[in-house]
């Protein structure tokens, strides 16, 4: 199941089943959310609330609102289909969440009238309009579970999110809304008594001046900052550079128009030193993503020159101005090393040469060298910038050909599967599957397009050296690589990837590279397996991956494990019955496990559980982190009447950062191996000759072990 499908294939979050194997994750969610909610402790809250964010009946919600809800669910549980769960013209009491399950929607007259399923919600009607029940609710199969909010809470809660909301207007209109918050509980379980109030929505000059306003100055670090660090990381959603620098500029010479001479000599200090605050985190967190761009790097000048200027005669900005110096000189330095344009080979996408050099980013101004097919399999080889769109790639390819007229540049995968490119997209090359080729072709020439006999993938199980190898060496190199890739992936591009690219007009290479490393790894499981023709040795195969993804999971390279057992679990890998039924049990256990960890019920929560008490350096499984970034985006609006939403921004800002806490540590295990270069394993898993065709997988499958009549 490769990346771009197993998202979709996936369960969707707040949907699923209880865990395979049962036991201590299920039994702790019902600890949580049985009892009286009242005597919830504040780990039970925490557990429910997590739970909350994945439900898409709940995507609407502020975070307030969701841990309001935490407080007051309540667990409710039925053994046998058929059961009623109230009927129709009875009052409403409660709204319900279906967990796990379905149930029939039953109206009289009508019969069913439609069935809903694990994350959807019914009941709400009746307690909005106070009225009777508009239909009954049947179970549909055994053993149903939800979440119940009985009417008092839904009522008293829902009525509480427009009375602790604060609208700021200018000329009539909202231009900021603030939601009252209580402080953060203690870890005692008790909460503090005061409040402030977070920003919901609003227009991104007002939600800029708000966030500057809260800066505290006699702290390093505050909740505003985490609110300002939110806004600094998502702002290319709702105020790109070009409009964000000059409105920085404002901010920093603004001057008060009232008030006492030290009042007013107060208030320009401060809220220059606020700005130079702002300023310093934008630019570490944007880092040489800034020197791609002209308005950044002559707005940085400008600035440093602004700041070195006030110093002299305000001596509070001094030890701020050193600061901005000794980092603005890194992001110049950094950025002169980046400005040396690398050449991208197409078939790695390496830096340059064969050579095993350690990984580096790519640039959008690097130069990719692109063969670009045609129908009759010849090419023709052009340079491109990285970011090139598909109108560039054409207009190059068209001064070879010698016309660009009706031309169409086409992805073809190894299966036939052809995707036409639109004319903005930029960094095509990057979007290719595995063995994916790019072609150019007249509309009326797109049926003809066939796969390179080169896209086939290996023809010959690599099997010969690969047995050789042990298995912790190959997880050992094969984290190393992967991390080199993960560490190469800007936390913009996931905001990019999440908004569309075209839509911001940024590059995502290295994400794409880093999710296609999943694909390769998937397919070179079932590949290395479906090419090996002797049972016994099928067998040895099977033993060798699950003890590499063990390995994999030790170095807690999350990413690549998903990845083998993922292989493992293909139908081409998994209807070997012959092969499966001679792996010793000590391995089927193992493996049994493993699919546990995987499965993707209540939103994948045996692998969250794990993940949150792992220490850095991790390899996050990434599809999961995409899926939940889309989630959110498509799940919530970006702008509300006219206003940025910004509780989505928060929330998308949240998952970015778990991948800032996961490199927040270099690889380097304490491990032997770490000294040893292994230079073949090395090579080996750095460049994965696969099979990518699933109907050819299926056929080798087919060859190995014939089905059973």
């Known amino acids: ?47 429910i609330y997590e739970e909350l964010l994945h439900i898409k009946a709940l995507s609407h919600l502020s975070t307030t609102v969701k841990r309001e809800l935490a407080g007051v669910l309540i667990f ?139 800066i505290r100055l006699d ?41 006492s001479d030290q009042e007013k000599l107060d208030y320009t200090v401060n809220n220059k030193r606020r700005v130079i605050r702002l300023v310093m985190q934008w630019a570490a967190v944007h880092g040489d993503q800034l020197q791609q761009e002209d308005v950044p ?88 910038p990285v970011a090139a769109s598909v109108r560039e790639v054409i207009g190059a390819v068209a001064d070879k050909l010698g016309s660009a007229e009706d031309l169409l540049l086409v992805s073809l995968s190894s299966a036939g599967e052809k995707v036409i490119f639109k004319p903005n997209d930029v960094s095509v090359f990057s979007t290719l599957s595995v063995n994916g080729r790019l072609f150019v072709c007249r509309r009326d020439q797109l049926d003809s397009l066939t796969p390179l006999p080169e896209q086939d993938g290996s023809s010959t199980a690599l099997l010969a050296g690969f047995e050789l190898m042990s298995s912790k060496d190959v997880a050992y190199h094969m984290t190393s690589y992967d991390w080199e890739l993960f560490h190469c ?86 209807r070997l019955s012959q092969t499966w039924e001679k792996l010793p049990s000590k391995f089927k256990k193992f493996y049994g496990e493993f699919e546990n960890f995987m499965d993707p019920s209540r939103n994948h929560r045996a692998y969250r559980l794990t993940v949150s008490k792992l220490e850095p350096p991790i390899i996050p499984f990434m599809p999961l982190l995409i899926k939940d970034m889309t989630f959110t985006h498509e799940g919530n609006k970006t702008f509300i009447d006219c206003l940025v939403n910004f509780e989505k921004m928060r929330m998308i800002a949240n998952t970015v950062k778990i991948v800032r806490y996961c490199r927040s540590q270099p690889f380097s295990p304490d491990s032997p191996l770490a000294s040893k270069s292994h230079p073949e394993v090395r090579t080996y898993v750095r460049h994965l000759n696969v099979i990518d065709n699933q109907r050819t997988l299926t056929q080798l499958s087919h060859g190995l072990e014939p089905r059973r009549s």
């Open 76 to 214: 409710e549980s039925h053994a046998k289909a058929g059961t009623v769960l109230f009927s129709q013209g009875e009052e409403g009491t409660s709204w319900y969440i279906i967990l796990k399950g379905s149930v029939n929607v039953v109206i009289y007259g009508k019969g069913v009238v439609c069935t809903l399923h694990e994350g959807d919600d019914f009941g709400k009607l009746a307690l909005v309009n106070d009225a009777p029940r508009a239909a009954s609710i049947v179970l549909r199969e055994d053993n149903c579970h939800f979440l119940r909010v009985d009417k008092e809470d839904f009522n008293r809660i829902l009525r509480d999110v427009e009375a602790n909301t604060v609208r700021l207007k200018e000329h009539g209109q909202d231009v900021l809304v603030l939601e009252k918050s209580h402080g953060r509980t203690s870890s005692h379980g008790a909460s503090s008594s005061h409040y402030k109030y977070k920003v919901m929505s609003g227009t991104p000059e007002k939600i800029l001046e708000h966030l500057l306003e809260m």
């Open 1 to 47: 199941m490769r990346v771009d499908s197993c998202i979709g294939d996936r369960e969707q979050p707040g949907y699923g089943c209880e865990v395979k194997g049962g036991g201590s994750q299920d039994e702790m969610e019902s600890r949580a959310v049985e009892g009286c909610p009242s005597e919830r402790a504040a780990d039970d809250l925490e557990i």
């Open 297 to 384: 790097v002559a707005f940085l000048e400008e600035f440093l020159v602004a700041v070195s200027n006030d110093a002299e005669s305000i001596p509070a900005l001094r030890d701020q101005l050193a600061e901005l110096e000794r980092r603005l000189k890194q992001h110049t330095e950094d950025a002169s090393v980046s400005q040396k344009k690398h050449k991208v080979l197409l078939r790695q996408f390496s830096m340059g040469d064969e050579k095993l050099q350690k990984r580096q980013p790519i640039k959008s101004i690097d130069e990719i060298l692109l063969k670009v097919y045609c129908c009759d399999h010849t090419y023709t080889t052009i340079r491109a």
């Open 219 to 259: 702290s390093q670090f505050s909740e505003s900052d985490a609110a300002l660090e939110d806004f600094v990381l998502m702002h290319c959603v709702f105020i790109p550079n070009t409009q964000l620098c000059p409105v920085l500029l404002a901010h920093y010479h603004a001057q008060a128009l009232q008030g």
């Open 489 to 574: 992936v800007h936390e913009l591009e996931l905001i990019y990837h999440t908004f569309g690219r075209q839509n911001v007009k940024k590059t995502t290479v290295n994400l794409d590279l880093f999710l296609r490393r999943f694909n390769e790894i998937q397919f070179w499981v079932i590949t290395e397996v479906c090419l090996c023709s002797q049972l016994s040795k099928r067998v040895q195969l099977l033993k060798k991956f699950i003890k590499i993804a063990a390995h994999c999971k030790e170095y807690r390279n999350l990413n690549a494990f998903f990845a083998i057992i993922m292989g493992l679990s293909n139908p081409a890998v998994c």
